[in-house]
């Protein structure tokens, strides 16, 4: 055996390794009652706002702190409390994705991800609707 | 059959696009077929007639690929809203400029865009190519049947049920069920399009998209070759590649650094690279084409390596298919905050990528025994040696980043739910910075080494300088710039420190090389020069990242904060970067004082606001103009932040929020009846009455006279606000004189002398959040950046001279 295929075989055997602990790292997409259950974890929703809940945001208070509520396609609800600004066009995404923990009645968002129609209106889903500037 | 003849269409030019698009698709199938006989043609006579034919029918896909752009262009830039790429990617405030990035915005004039630059190489390969001989049938055969795969993407036709591609060219009311678009003047009603997404309104998504996608484009030529050797168990083609291949890698090098330049400047990512599945996709690639450049030197010299160049390159362009398939089919939707979304293309997109990947490994398991390379076993003493180590490692890099990547693709095809790891930035750094280190270590050494053998004292004896003038640089690195970031542990720290070290020594050891080796020779120093930059982009990255700072933690007491320490370490509590400014007060933000002065609009109806930055410890004033755009036609804005540069750090500062007054006051003043001492309380605070003091002004005219309250505003928090509202009497007309305290959002007005007697006055007060102008911000501090992008520019030089000095070997 050639001393470069050792080098190899050791470089991939840390690539696997590298891989493996990378595995340990990786968290999951949850439902909100299935979050609820695994309380302090960290997990990922895919959500909507819910919309007949208020949004609170007062920068002059506090410019770090947002609370929402959400809402899943499986029907369940629960509040949120991001502490950072409001994202833009937050209210008219029509899903989010939210990286965080359930602490107690609320969820403790870290990270927002936004699916904005607003972004790339490739989107045939929302195109079908008529856009504002067209007035009859 | 629908009748209705419409007012105001220009279909003329929707027509044409059609055409063209049907024509592009038919001229390079047949180009492919053309360049297929002529390659496997075993005649000459015969060859060279298929040539000629071929020749004019890529040439003729290339002209309809360049009217393509023209009328996409035409359509835009005149605004014929009838047409749906025009109406959903552009509207008509929008600068020239900016008109190209509506023009790359959507998928399909990125893949017209594509396909442009692919017929670029085409033609200029037809004329630079006499050398090749039966190869550049190949290539050129490989090419047409990648154009034929592209013309696919956008010709838009129906086959049966079937969706084939997604045509530029159609209209509006085609693809929408819109009810007013069935009336026949319905042109009348849509006055605009719905404009292009406003954080890409920036001058690097002019440049950058062209740029990355010439550099996609280009791997498709290394691949082309590859396939070409394979089929003719030809490895010659390696000596003709080398400057396309190092072209390629200078030109898609450059564009993913012009998209990280855009992420720096543009977006509200607190950094040039977020290990975004978007950007990870195209810098896999480019290290795995880096790796097989490497490889390719290595065959040329000693024949080896000959199979790792195969797969390289190979992959390199599937890779690049790949990244097509994830960015373009939605399915990172969940992970990237910047990936296409779906226009329901994917079964095509995953076919165009299989077309390439299946074949390609057939072909290659096939070839596998016939590539024979030497038997005798590398020195370790050797450059090949170190630089097929090196390879390996930059491939392996590429492989692990993508396998992490393609994770939502796992869970598509599993069915599993696996979502990214709480902190995925870090995920990516702790396996790469030791890459970097790797690599760093390689690059400073490598071309110390001698191909084949080296002696024991020739590498003793020139590789001592190097090694004890980065030690001396590091450790004054170290001592004045530092490393600010321990939130990882010390493992990760050391790793930081290692990375550093290792990216000085390769700085040094090249330039070192340059100097005394090849004594400053520009012929052959392409190697020094491009490993050089490289070792920049390291440093660059290591010293910037583990020293950014935010200035604008929020500390300070206007806002009602309780950072305990506890939440600081808590993740979820930690992004506390955002400080509300009031309009006119200063507000302290570490190293500076600064003071929101006012804000303006310009004529597109961006928002500036104006910042006064004040230094604490040296009298230095700046101001910076960070804005904000209305997103188009609908809620919500788009900030662009406003960046002071200096030679060794950039302050940024970008509005996260602001106050909008649109809306109408209608707070109502609440009246107080008080004497002088009394207090009374506010929602956040209690005022009282000091003096009432009459006539405090000279020169106010004989004849009137002037009555002004004394109070002291007290916040919860314990700060204090001096206030005089007053009355002022001309004659016999009475005018209230209002006073504000903006920053407790009050504004209090003297309503009248209810009892004279007494002492009793009234007191009105409105607490009104509509008063203050705010804005929220975020400000960080990003040292040495500039390293990066000196960096950045140094390796295209490097790559660009080895791609030129190839250029110039193979016409002697």
Redesign the interface.
């Known amino acids: 055996m050639k001393k470069t295929h050792i080098i190899l075989l050791v470089l991939i055997a840390v690539s696997i390794v590298a891989l493996i602990s990378y595995t340990g790292d990786l968290s999951s997409y949850e439902t909100i009652a299935s979050a609820k259950q695994r309380e302090g974890k960290f997990v990922n929703l895919i959500v909507k706002m819910d919309k007949t809940e208020p949004v609170n945001y007062d920068p002059v208070k506090d410019p770090n702190l947002l609370k929402f509520h959400v809402q899943d396609s499986l029907g369940g609800k629960i509040s949120v409390v991001y502490h950072n600004t409001m994202p833009t066009d937050m209210e008219k995404s029509e899903r989010l994705v939210l990286k965080g923990r359930v602490q107690g009645d609320h969820f403790e968002c870290s990270t927002i991800v936004m699916k904005c129609p607003s972004k790339y209106k490739d989107n045939p889903n929302v195109m079908k609707e008529q856009p504002v500037t067209i007035s009859n | 059959m629908n009748t209705t003849t419409f007012l105001g269409e220009q279909l003329l030019p929707g027509q044409i696009g059609y055409f063209l698009t049907i024509l592009s698709l038919v001229a390079s199938l047949v180009a492919t077929f053309a360049f297929a006989k002529s390659f496997y043609a075993k005649e000459l006579a015969i060859e060279i007639e298929w040539k000629r034919f071929a020749k004019i029918a890529f040439i003729i896909e290339a002209i309809a690929i360049f009217l393509c752009f023209v009328v996409l262009f035409y359509i835009i830039y005149n605004h014929r809203f009838e047409y749906k790429y025009s109406y959903?990617?552009s509207d008509k405030s929008m600068p020239l400029q900016y008109l190209l990035s509506c023009f790359w915005?959507?998928?399909e004039g990125s893949f017209l865009l594509w396909s442009f630059w692919h017929a670029v190489l085409g033609l200029i390969i037809m004329t630079r190519s006499a050398k090749w001989g039966n190869q550049t049938n190949g290539v050129m055969m490989v090419l047409s049947f990648v154009q034929f795969c592209l013309a696919t993407m956008i010709v838009g036709l129906y086959i049966v049920d079937f969706k084939l591609g997604s045509s530029p060219f159609i209209l509006l009311r085609q693809?929408?069920?819109?009810p007013?678009l069935s009336r026949p003047d319905y042109l009348q009603?849509?006055?605009?399009g719905?404009g292009l997404?406003t954080t890409l309104q920036n001058y690097w998504m002019v440049i950058h998209p062209p740029i990355l996608f010439l550099g996609f484009a280009s791997t498709t030529i290394p691949f082309a070759f590859a396939v070409s050797g394979l089929l003719k168990k030809e490895n010659n083609w390696m000596n003709f590649v080398l400057p396309w291949a190092t072209f390629s890698a200078a030109i898609l090098g450059l564009g993913i650094m012009m998209g990280a330049a855009w992420a720096y400047e543009s977006l509200n990512f607190g950094g040039y690279w977020a290990w975004d599945p978007v950007e990870n996709a195209s810098l896999v690639p480019w290290l795995v084409l880096v790796a097989g450049i490497h490889t390719n030197i290595i065959f040329r010299k000693t024949e080896g390596s000959l199979k790792a160049t195969y797969l390289f390159y190979g992959l390199s362009f599937l890779l690049v298919v790949y990244s097509t398939f994830l960015t373009r089919s939605g399915i990172l939707?969940?992970?990237s905050?910047?990936a296409?979304?779906?226009?329901?293309m994917n079964a095509q997109l995953l076919g165009f990528l299989l077309i390439f990947v299946i074949p390609y490994f057939i072909l290659f398991g096939i070839r596998y025994k016939h590539l024979k390379e030497p038997v005798k076993?590398?020195e370790?003493s050797s450059r090949e040696?170190w630089m097929?180590?090196g390879s390996?490692?930059l491939f392996?890099?590429g492989?692990?980043m993508i396998?992490?990547t393609s994770?939502p693709v796992f869970n598509k095809i599993f069915g599993t739910?696996?979502?990214?790891?709480?902190?995925p930035i870090f995920?990516h750094n702790q396996?790469q910075i030791f890459v970097a280190i790797i690599i760093g270590i390689f690059t400073a050494f490598g071309q110390y080494l001698k191909f084949k053998s080296t002696e024991g004292d020739y590498i003793k004896k020139h590789l001592k300088y190097p090694i004890i003038l980065s030690l001396i640089l590091s450790g004054i690195l170290f001592a004045f710039v530092g490393v600010a970031y321990n939130d990882k542990g010390v493992g990760f720290l050391a790793a930081i420190y290692v990375a550093e070290l290792a990216a000085v020594y390769s700085i040094v050891a090249n330039a070192y090389y340059w100097g005394s080796m090849l004594k400053g020779k520009l012929k052959s120093a392409s190697a020094s020069v491009g490993h050089l930059g490289f070792g920049l982009v390291l440093l660059g990255i290591l010293i910037s990242s583990s020293n950014k700072t935010v200035l604008s933690w929020?500390t300070t007491g206007i806002?009602?904060?309780r950072v305990d320490k506890e939440q600081k370490n808590?993740?979820?509590?930690?992004?506390?970067?955002?400080?509300?400014l009031f309009e006119g007060i200063q507000t302290d933000m570490g190293k500076y004082d600064v003071t929101y002065l006012r804000d303006t609009f310009d004529y597109l109806d961006k928002r500036f606001f104006e910042l006064k930055f004040a230094a604490k410890k040296s009298k230095e004033i700046f101001f910076l103009y960070p804005d904000v755009l209305k997103?188009?036609?609908?809620?919500?804005?788009?900030?662009n932040p406003a960046a002071k540069h200096y030679w060794n750090k950039d302050i940024f500062v970008y509005v996260?929020?602001f106050?909008d007054h649109s809306e109408k006051d209608t707070t109502q003043f609440k009246p107080y009846q008080m004497a002088v001492g009394d207090s009374i309380f506010y929602s956040n605070g209690y005022i009282k009455l000091e003096k009432v003091l009459i006539n405090p002004r000279q020169n106010i005219g004989t004849g009137n006279n002037e009555l002004v309250l004394q109070l002291k505003v007290t916040s919860k928090e314990g700060l204090v606000y001096n206030a005089k509202p007053g009355i002022f009497l001309e004659g016999m007309t009475l005018r209230p004189e209002y006073d504000t305290v903006k920053a407790q959002?009050l504004v209090l007005s003297f309503n009248k002398v209810v009892d004279q007697k007494k002492g009793t006055l009234e007191l009105g007060v409105k607490e009104s959040?509509a008063l203050?102008n705010?804005i929220?911000l975020?400000v960080y501090e990003f040292p040495f950046i500039n390293i990066l992008w000196l960096g950045v520019i140094v390796m295209t030089i490097g790559f660009s001279m080895a791609s030129w000095a190839r250029i110039k070997k193979l016409k002697s």
């Open positions: 959903s990617h915005e959507g998928q693809e929408m069920s819109w007013i009603f849509i006055k605009d719905t997404n939707g969940d992970t905050v910047h296409f979304t779906d226009l329901g076993e590398d370790i040696f097929l180590v390996f490692v392996l890099s492989l692990v396998a992490i994770i739910k696996i979502a990214p790891p709480e902190d995920a396996v929020n806002s009602p904060l808590n993740p979820a509590g930690n992004p506390k970067e955002n400080i509300t997103n188009n036609k609908a809620e919500g804005f788009s900030a996260t929020s106050q959002n959040a203050t705010l929220t975020k």
